[in-house]
């Protein structure tokens, strides 16, 4: 079992940054997968950025590439999401999620944090 706790979240004026930390414990993640995802008042859950914690790869969304970084610290078996040059539509709960490299689904999942963007 892997439990996952965000941190970070806030409210920040538009052109603002924000780092999203996500901490794992009960296994390292080095045979997983870490995600964000996002989810609008009113809309579905969407993809952010994802990264192969070893050795590192990353992926991006059209709407943040660019923007946000994805990065891992495995001294910690942590996870951020540093987002820089923040819009009001990044306004979301932002969830990190684990999947070990076998499956296809995410399946483990925070708790959330929210970021609001105020123009």
């Known amino acids: 079992q892997v439990q996952l706790v965000e941190s970070g979240g806030g409210l920040v004026q538009a052109g603002g940054s924000l780092r999203l930390s996500c901490a794992a414990s009960?296994?390292?993640?080095?045979?997983?997968?870490m995600g964000w995802f996002r989810q609008a008042l009113g809309k579905e859950r969407e993809f952010v950025a994802s990264i192969v914690w070893s050795p590192g790869y990353t992926y991006y969304s059209d709407s943040v590439k660019g923007r946000f970084t994805i990065s891992r610290d495995n001294a910690k078996n942590t996870g951020y999401l540093q987002m820089n040059s923040l819009k009001p539509e990044d306004t979301a709960v932002y969830y990190c999620?684990?999947?070990?490299?076998?499956?296809?689904?995410?399946?483990?999942w925070g708790q959330g944090t929210q970021v609001t963007v105020s123009s």
């Open positions: 999620a684990a999947r070990d490299r076998t499956q296809n689904n995410y399946n483990y």
């Open positions: 009960g296994r390292t993640l080095s045979s997983y997968n």
